[in-house]
């Protein structure tokens, strides 16, 4: 069964940076592509960023520039870095792998207000 436990979430002002951390419990962590996904109130789940496991990554375009996905494959932990953060990035955020496995941890709650 994989587990998959994000952390970091927190409430920040607009302009703010928060990191989020996901540790996996799977063996060959690195084969596998890792994404960041997040959902607001009312919306569907979103994927905002992707990390393959040759380390090139992808952005959602509303947040290229401001976030940084990252791995340290040693510690099955991938990253995110927000930065400059906005009203509109509030949400739950979850990381899985990409494309997405059944099963989803708990995901960490980020809100952005002043």
């Known amino acids: 069964q994989v587990q998959l436990v994000e952390s970091g979430g927190g409430l920040v002002q607009p302009g703010g940076s928060l990191r989020l951390s996901c540790v996996a419990s799977?063996?060959?962590?690195?084969?596998?592509?890792m994404g960041w996904y997040r959902q607001a109130p009312g919306k569907q789940r979103e994927l905002v960023a992707l990390?393959?496991?040759?380390?090139?990554?992808h952005y959602q375009d509303s947040v290229n520039g401001r976030f940084t996905i990252s791995r340290d494959n040693a510690k099955n932990t991938v990253y995110l870095q927000m930065n400059r953060l906005k009203p509109e990035d509030t949400a739950v955020y979850y990381c899985n792998f990409n494309p997405p496995h059944d099963s989803w941890g708990q995901g960490t709650q980020v809100t952005v207000s002043s």
């Open positions: 799977i063996n060959i962590f690195s084969i596998y592509a």
């Open positions: 990390i393959t496991s040759g380390k090139i990554t």
